[in-house]
Structures are given as C-alpha cells and as structure tokens.
C-alpha cells in the first residue's frame, strides 16, 4: 500500500470512528452538548464588535442545533452555504427558519439571493462545522471538500472557528500542509480554544 493510500485509509477510518461516536450519543446529552456550546459562543461573539458570521445549518448529530436561529437573533447578518457542485460554496443571507430549504446530502440551505462564492469574504468569524478537529488546527470533514475550496475566499483576518463535540477535539489526525487549519475551535465543555498557528 503506497503511503497516499495510507493516507486515505487513516483518514476513512477517523471518519468511521468519529460518525459512530455521534450517532452514539442520546438526545439528552445532544441537547445538554448545543445548549453549552451555543451559550459558550455567544458569550466569546459578545466579546468582539462583529456584523457578519458565516455558519452552517446543524443536521442529524452535528452540534450547535438552532446555530443560525440563535445568531441571527445576536444581532448578526448571518451567511450559509450553498453547496454548488464540485465548485466551492456559494453563500446567501439567513433571514429565519422560514428561509431554508431541503437541499442536496440532506442539507438545509438559505433559499434567498446567492451572493456568490466571494460573500464569505465578508465575514469576521467563519463557522466551519467538522467531524474531528486536531490540537494543531487540522480538521476532519466528510470529504467532498466543499470548504477546502472555499475558505481561499475568505478574509486573512476572519477567524475559523470549528465546531465539534468534546470527543471530537483530538491531539492528532492526518492532515496535510496545504490544508486550511482552523484557528480556534468550540467545543462545549471547553468552549473556545485558540489554536497555534
């Protein structure tokens, strides 16, 4: 087996291993997880003058249930992506529950304007959901690659902030050096950990 292959196989099986220890998970605890980890965001958002938050419609056991709700209801203009193919994420505004539609891989998406895949320059915090997220800021998606291609477009400045449960921050998974890395991660127990770039 080549070392590429390796690679792939590692990266398989974290993501086994971490969408086995989601579905595992009660709706008890689900809920105790959103409620600690939207409370911890709020308060670090609280902390920073920003307008514009580009998030992500939690499904199934992804944590932070209500995420946009709750944001928009701070006060932010609140961005979602639009998964466009194999192109990178195109973004439009969240305006309420009513504004999101079903969409592909049994996604919610905004049904408002597209604002085109350079929208998330706009925002000062990049909510970027995950699977596992690493202590050096390599994260773990699905796979498709919808944000490796679209947070080229982002803002240097914004931060990236990924969302995983407590089990899902992990000291080490494969990642490679031209992989985006997250600046800081929420978790709800820890809430938000900076990261060493």
């Known amino acids: 087996?080549?070392?590429?292959?390796?690679?792939?196989?590692?990266?398989?099986?974290?993501?086994?291993?971490?969408?086995?220890?989601r579905d595992e998970l009660d709706e008890p605890a689900r809920k105790a997880d959103d409620q600690a980890l939207l409370s911890s965001l709020l308060g670090w958002l609280a902390q920073?003058?920003?307008?514009?938050?580009?998030?992500y419609v939690p499904v199934g056991?992804?944590?932070?249930?209500?995420?946009?709700?709750?944001?928009?209801?701070?006060?932010?203009?609140?961005?979602?992506?639009?998964?466009?193919?194999?192109?990178?994420?195109?973004?439009?505004?969240?305006?309420?529950?009513?504004?999101?539609?079903?969409?592909?891989?049994?996604l919610l998406e905004p049904a408002g304007e597209r604002l085109g895949a350079a929208a998330i320059g706009q925002a000062e915090v990049i909510l970027v959901p995950a699977l596992g997220i690493d202590h050096q800021g390599v994260r773990l998606g699905r796979g498709a690659g919808h944000y490796d291609r679209s947070l080229v477009f982002r803002d240097p400045a914004a931060e990236l902030l990924g969302v995983v449960r407590d089990s899902e921050f992990v000291p080490s998974l494969p990642g490679e050096d031209h992989d985006v890395?997250?600046?800081?991660?929420?978790?709800?127990?820890?809430?938000?950990?900076?990261?060493?770039?």
Request: cysteine-free; overall charge neutral.
């Open 1 to 21: 087996m080549s070392s590429l292959d390796e690679f792939r196989t590692s990266k398989a099986e974290w993501r086994s291993r971490l969408l086995l220890q």
């Open 181 to 197: 890395r997250m600046t800081s991660v929420i978790t709800p127990a820890r809430g938000v950990v900076e990261l060493p770039m």
């Open 48 to 55: 920073r003058e920003l307008s514009v938050v580009a998030a």
């Open 61 to 106: 056991p992804e944590p932070g249930a209500d995420l946009p709700s709750v944001l928009r209801e701070a006060g932010l203009r609140v961005l979602l992506p639009i998964v466009a193919g194999k192109q990178p994420l195109e973004w439009a505004e969240y305006t309420g529950p009513d504004s999101l539609r079903p969409a592909t891989f049994g």
